[in-house]
C-alpha cells in the first residue's frame, strides 16, 4: 500500500511540471480603472487557466499612456487601452485593436462611466455646461478623459479655450479638488465616485450622456499578434467570459476590485460597478470603427491632433470575430449587433 501511495505521488509530481509547462506564459497590463477588471477577475476566476494561458498583470498603470509606454518597453504584450492609442499609432507605434474593453458594439454613442465632478463653491451648477466656462478643469491629456470634456464643452457651445484644462492622473484629481487646486474634473470611475465621498460638498455635473463613442480596445503589436495567433484568440475568449461573469455577478466583480486598485473601497466599487456593466461588450462591429473615426475627427477639428490615420489599419477583427463565431454563449446575454452595424474578416469601414 505504502509502495502505491509513492508511485501516485511521483506520478503526480511528474505530471505537475509539465502541466504547468504547457501553459503559455503571457504579461498584459491594465489601468487603475473599474473598467479594467475582466484582467483580474479572468485571472481569479481561472479563465485564463482553463483556456491553457498563465497571465501575469503588471502593476495598474495610472493612465493608458502609461501602459503604451510599457508595451512599447516589452515590459508586456497585450494591453487595454482607449484614446491614447490615438496618439501612439500617430507616433509610429504598429499597434491593432483586437478587441473592445469597454464600450458598445451596438450602438454610437457609450459614456457611462464618465463624468464631471465639481467642488462646492466653484460657480459650477448641476447640470449647466455652459457655467464650466472660465473654470479650471482637470482631465488627462491624450485619454479618454480629455475626449469625454472636449465633447461636453463642444456640445454647451464653447471652445477649449474657454476654460483651462490642467492635465492631471486620474489617482490625483480627488485631492486636487479637495485642495481646491482645480473647479472640477472629468474623469472615469472610479475616481468620480471616490471624490462625491471624500470632497465635502463636491456634486456631480454631469455623467454619461453619449456624448462620445467611447474607446476602450485591447491592443497589441502587430507583429506580436501575427506571431501568436491562438494566444490572442485564448485572451480574448477568456476575458470575455470575464465580462459575461462580470454582468451576472457584479457585487462579486466590485469586491475582486478592491484588490486590484489602490485605495478603492467596497461601497465605491460596487457603486461604480453599475455603470462599469453597461458597456462590457467585447464584441467588435462598424460602431468600434466609428468610434475611433470620430475621436479622431473631433480631436482634429479642436486642433488637439496635427493629423489622423485609417481605421483599417489598425483594427484587426479576425480574432474576436473568431472567437465570436466559436463561442456564441459567452455574449448571449448581450443585445444583437444590429445588421448594419455587423462586420465580417473582410470589412472595411468608409466614414
Partial sequence: MKRLFLFVVAIAMACAPAQSQSLTKLNVGMVSAIDMLAIPIALERGFF???GLDVTIARPYATGVDALNALQAGETSIIQVGVPMIGAVLRGMDIVALGNFSGSATK?????????VAREGSGIEKGDLKSLKGKKIATSFGTINHLYILALL????????????????????TVA??????????GWDPW????LKDVPGAFQVVRGGDAIAYLGFVVAPRSWVEKNAETTEKFLAATSEADQWMRKN??????????????LKPEVAEAAMEFNVQQLDRRLSANSYRALWSAQDRL???????????????IEPKPILKVMKDNPELFSDLPPIPADAAIGPGFVFKP
Fill in 49 to 51: 487557466e482553463k483556456r
Fill in 108 to 116: 454610437t454613442g457609450s459614456d457611462a462611466t464618465m463624468a464631471v
Fill in 154 to 173: 463642444e456640445k454647451a457651445g464653447l471652445k477649449p479655450d474657454d476654460v483651462t484644462l490642467v492635465n492631471t492622473p486620474p489617482p490625483d484629481m
Fill in 177 to 186: 479638488l479637495l485642495a481646491k487646486g482645480i473647479d472640477a474634473f472629468a
Fill in 192 to 195: 468620480p465616485i471616490i471624490a
Fill in 250 to 263: 457584479p457585487k462579486q466583480a466590485a469586491l475582486i476590485g478592491t484588490r486590484w486598485i489602490p485605495g
Fill in 300 to 314: 482634429e477639428r479642436l486642433g488637439v491632433l496635427k493629423a489622423t490615420f485609417d481605421v483599417n489599419k489598425n
